[in-house]
């Protein structure tokens, strides 16, 4: 082949070589780039998690004034109403003392649940009549004077043991004393009482808001969710709960 006819076929495959491509190029074409942006209009999915809110306390579960609500409330400005009231389904809890059902079987799971911790604690003081306060009271006036009686001891119909949801309790060689408070047991239970549905009702250096000087050994039954609740804000007191 001359160089002529070399030249030629060169110059013909590659004019071949070009109308494939050109052919190939119209066929399927190069994906065209977005340059500008996509505006979506789509909302959120509906399983995008969104926040909870927070579950708060309903503070008119129960009554506070009613005496048969385990948050009834009675100070020295609150009295029963009627001002005699008796609990219709007082139990025993052991030692000569009762408390209602609710609380009663309250108790006696605190009192299994000391005891496997080798702590015994003792009922030493629970329901108490109108007539008995009246009885007791009178006794700490004429013991104490009337100024110092009102801060330890309730007048008749305004007593926390009238609604048969306290109790008075004792152990580790301390009974109804200041002393309680530093004992094992008594420890143990301003630590674990509200797991059982009780709160220390009068607190130390809360008596300007109860109205009676610090008591470690007097507990009330207000049952677990308040007992939690109060527990949990650290608000010590069902006055400053609340707020009378």
Not at 80 to 97: A, E, K, R
Request: glycine fraction near 6%; charge should be neutral.
């Amino acid at each position: 082949m001359t160089k002529r006819h070399q030249t030629f076929v060169i110059l013909f495959i590659l004019i071949i070589v070009c109308a494939t491509v050109v052919l190939l190029l119209r066929k399927n074409p190069p994906e065209q780039t977005q340059t500008n942006p996509i505006h979506s209009n789509t909302t959120a999915p509906d399983n995008v998690d969104k926040p909870v809110a927070k579950p708060v306390f309903d503070k008119t579960t129960h009554s506070i004034n009613d005496p048969q609500s385990i948050w009834i409330i009675v100070n020295k400005q609150r009295s029963f109403d009627p001002i005699t009231y008796t609990p219709q389904d007082l139990v025993s809890v052991g030692n000569g003392q009762q408390m209602r059902q609710e609380a009663a079987n309250a108790l006696t799971k605190m009192l299994k649940a000391a005891s496997a911790e080798n702590l015994t604690l003792q009922p030493m003081s629970g329901y108490r009549s109108y007539q008995t306060q009246q009885v007791v009271y009178a006794r700490e006036v004429e013991t104490y004077g009337q100024t110092v009686a009102d801060t330890q001891s309730a007048k008749p119909g305004h007593s926390e043991h009238q609604t048969g949801l306290s109790i008075d309790i004792g152990g580790g060689g301390c009974g109804i004393e200041d002393c309680f408070g530093n004992t094992a047991e008594g420890k143990w239970v301003a630590a674990n009482a509200y797991k059982f549905g009780f709160i220390v009702r009068y607190p130390e250096s809360k008596d300007q808001i109860t109205g009676y000087r610090y008591e470690p050994w007097h507990i009330r039954y207000v049952g677990k969710e308040l007992a939690s609740e109060m527990k949990k804000t650290n608000i010590q007191t069902l006055e400053e709960f609340f707020g009378i």
